[in-house]
């Protein structure tokens, strides 16, 4: 089964902190994405990744910023954390050239 | 990527009932996705549907899709307490690096 974790199930931060939301998959997969999941606002899409230090912007990029330095692993970077972007924060991957998307189980951001 | 658009908004049945759930779409798709997200298992994928394809079977899963129509349907027979959850179709049109877009979803109340 393929596997995606997230690093934290809950996290608490103050606003202008420097947040990082680490995911890793283990199926070797090449595409990994990161979204946000507000009430009435439904999934979009932040960043997304189709290789090792490659990197696109998706639809809500401002604010965020990411890192894949290795293929298994996609970190969402929050710069100065606001409050508007407390939210539910999940990570996904797929094969290149298929569309099936594997989710982590999501990490619920609360910034004060 | 386009968004399906899911319907009804929200669906409350019995145990043991079948559910229904209807998606529309704008324009000429690949195969069209379906996905469920609860509570305890998160996000996760159901099944996928390719555009030459009328209807798949999955337990009791069953998925229709109409081109003409741009349509599809979920059906799950004898729903259980366990299929509470929220259902999410997403069409896509064969995209670069398997980008999806997500709807608001078709929130799913099955009550035992």
């Known amino acids: 089964d393929v596997k995606v974790t997230q690093s934290s199930r809950y996290l608490v931060k103050r606003t202008g902190e420097k947040v990082f939301l680490e995911c890793v998959q283990d199926?070797?997969?090449?595409?990994m994405f990161w979204y946000r999941q507000d009430p009435g606002l439904g999934l979009r899409l932040i960043y997304f990744s189709y290789d090792v230090k490659m990197k696109e912007k998706g639809d809500i990029p401002e604010g965020y910023s990411v890192s894949r330095e290795k293929k298994e692993r996609f970190s969402l970077i929050l710069e100065s954390a606001s409050t508007n972007q407390t939210s539910m924060y999940l990570c996904?991957?797929?094969?290149?050239?298929?569309?099936?998307?594997?989710f982590g189980p999501g990490t619920r951001l609360l910034v004060l | 990527s386009q968004q399906g658009e899911e319907d009804p908004q929200a669906l409350s049945i019995q145990e043991g009932e079948n559910a229904t759930m209807n998606c529309s779409y704008k324009?000429?798709?690949?195969?069209l996705q379906w996905y469920r997200q609860n509570s305890g298992r998160g996000l996760v994928h159901l099944i996928l549907i390719r555009s030459n394809e009328r209807e798949k079977h999955s337990g009791r899963l069953r998925v229709t899709l109409d081109t003409s129509k741009k349509s599809s349907s979920l059906l799950i027979t004898a729903s259980r307490a366990a299929d509470t959850a929220s259902y999410f179709c997403v069409p896509s049109g064969g995209t670069s690096y398997g980008k999806l877009t997500f709807g608001q979803g078709t929130i799913l109340t099955v009550h035992p």
């Open positions: 324009t000429s798709i690949n195969n």
């Open positions: 199926m070797d997969h090449e595409n």
């Open positions: 996904a991957s797929s094969h290149s050239g298929q569309e099936t998307q594997y």
